[in-house]
């Protein structure tokens, strides 16, 4: 049974950093991909960043390019989400999920009905 269990929400002032971790039990990475999606209150759950595992290479929506950065940590079976210079439309709960079919070639994308795994979310809330 695959598990996904993040930790590091919190709140923050504008401005300020936040790192979210995404520990992955039942699965070990393997050409697949790991995202990271956040829905705020009143709105559609949207995509935020996804890597793919094979290579790390990573892809972002337009609105956290240069702030977040997605890393994984393959010894620890670990996804990562470094979240910097936040904003208050930033403030959403935060989910990590996971698309374990494997693949030769990068075609991870940030959308969510591709993912078969998800945690349990973790809040982030920042204020301006």
């Known amino acids: 049974q695959v598990q996904l269990v993040e930790l590091g929400g919190g709140s923050v002032q504008a401005g300020g950093s936040l790192r979210l971790s995404c520990a992955v039990y039942?699965?070990?990475?393997?050409?697949?991909?790991m995202g990271w999606f956040r829905q705020a209150p009143g709105k559609e759950r949207e995509g935020v960043a996804v890597?793919?595992?094979?290579?790390?290479?990573?892809s972002y929506v337009d609105s956290v390019k240069g702030r977040f950065t997605i890393s994984q940590d393959n010894s620890k079976n670990t996804v990562y989400l470094q979240m910097n210079s936040l904003k208050p439309e930033d403030t959403a709960t935060y989910y990590c999920?996971?698309?374990?079919?494997?693949?030769?070639?990068?075609?991870?994308?940030?959308?969510?009905?591709?993912?078969?795994?998800w945690g349990q979310g973790t809040q982030v809330t920042v204020s301006s």
């Open positions: 999920a996971a698309e374990t079919a494997a693949r030769l070639i990068n075609n991870c994308a940030v959308v969510a009905g591709r993912f078969n795994y």
């Open positions: 039942g699965y070990t990475f393997r050409r697949g991909c």
């Open positions: 890597i793919y595992t094979g290579d790390g290479s990573t």
